[in-house]
């Protein structure tokens, strides 16, 4: 079994920062892509940002140049760095990842349970 855990997120003003974590355990043998999704009220899902196990990244158009992902695969754990926020940033961020876990042959999709980022004007 693999779980995903998020923290760092809160109600931060505008112009601030935040630094999302998401930490996967269990029996892992591989991550492969690890990102970070957001969902704001009565909207649906949408990707934030994507790192692969090689360290390429991708990033919604809306967070270029304002937030930066990474991981450290030691850690099975991935970040999202965010700054400058803006009030439309306000979302539930989920983590997401492809695993590989022991004894297995397949990479399995899981989610986090996702933590609230508030960002007041």
């Known amino acids: 079994q693999v779980q995903l855990v998020e923290s760092g997120g809160g109600l931060v003003q505008a112009g601030g920062s935040l630094r999302l974590s998401c930490a996967a355990s269990g029996s892992i043998f591989s991550i492969n892509a690890m990102g970070w999704y957001r969902q704001a009220p009565g909207k649906a899902r949408e990707l934030v940002a994507v790192i692969i196990s090689g360290g390429n990244t991708s990033y919604a158009d809306s967070v270029k140049g304002r937030f930066t992902i990474s991981r450290d695969n030691a850690k099975n754990t991935v970040y999202l760095q965010m700054n400058g926020l803006k009030p439309e940033d306000t979302a539930v961020y989920y983590c997401?990842?492809?695993?590989?876990?022991?004894?297995?042959?397949?990479?399995?999709?899981?989610w986090g349970q996702g933590t609230q980022v508030t960002v007041s004007s």
């Open positions: 997401n990842a492809d695993v590989q876990w022991r004894g297995s042959r397949y990479y399995t999709n899981y």
